[in-house]
């Protein structure tokens, strides 16, 4: 029987829990409110524009608030998840494409990826997979587009200073969940031997009358 069969008696960061925590969740719809808020805004004072693609990209963006304020945070084991961050990229390209020859606001929400998909993932490979495959789909988009210079340099500055983010943030959390296991573990346990201390066998003695009063199995 391993440790964790009791709850934890530490608080400690998990991203598990903060993939289902329901305020970073609706932080996440927010981003794309505001993307949507500001686009609208630059619609109504801007002329030159491509109004056609921008009607298509904020239509997009809504459906996606709209769809994270009022649905359940997705597990990290899921396909659903991988979703919401490939959706997040597809976004952030999306503008790219509406914005052309420019693209500043979608550029600048592409730092956003690399937090999102080291907070949401547990796997180095994975958040790598999520972060490549933005660079090759906003770099195809810019390069059909047609966007100016001054963008496109931007692009590769920005896809750098995201994967720069998403491995400070995945070190950090890493860090930060192990830290909170090695605590939980020393609180059951002496630290020398490694022998289980009171606490310990108070947790799993209770496990075990709660086991014995389930199933009816002698206990000793």
Not at 27 to 47: E, N
Not at 96 to 125: C, E, K, N, T, Y
């Amino acid at each position: 029987m391993s440790d964790t069969t009791s709850a934890p008696m530490i608080r400690h960061v998990s991203r598990r829990e903060l993939t289902q925590n329901r305020l970073v969740w609706l932080a996440t719809g927010g981003m794309y409110a505001l993307i949507a808020a500001v686009t609208i805004g630059v619609v109504m004072l801007q002329s030159g524009l491509h109004p056609h693609r921008l009607q298509v990209m904020t239509a997009c963006v809504v459906i996606a608030a709209i769809w994270h304020l009022r649905t359940e945070p997705p597990a990290m084991d899921t396909v659903r998840n991988h979703i919401v961050i490939a959706g997040a990229w597809s976004a952030t390209a999306l503008g790219l494409w509406a914005f052309q020859p420019g693209g500043s606001i979608a550029i600048a929400a592409s730092l956003f990826i690399g937090p999102l998909a080291a907070v949401r993932l547990d796997d180095r490979r994975q958040i790598a997979a999520h972060i490549l495959a933005y660079a090759v789909f906003a770099t195809l988009v810019g390069v059909i587009g047609k966007v100016d210079a001054s963008t496109s340099i931007t692009i590769i500055l920005i896809m750098l200073g995201s994967t720069v983010l998403a491995f400070s943030c995945t070190v950090v959390l890493e860090a930060a969940e192990a830290q909170g296991d090695e605590l939980e573990r020393l609180v059951r346990r002496d630290p020398l031997t490694g022998v289980g201390n009171r606490r310990l066998l108070d947790e799993r003695l209770g496990d075990e009358i709660r086991r014995h009063e389930r199933t009816g199995r002698h206990l000793s």
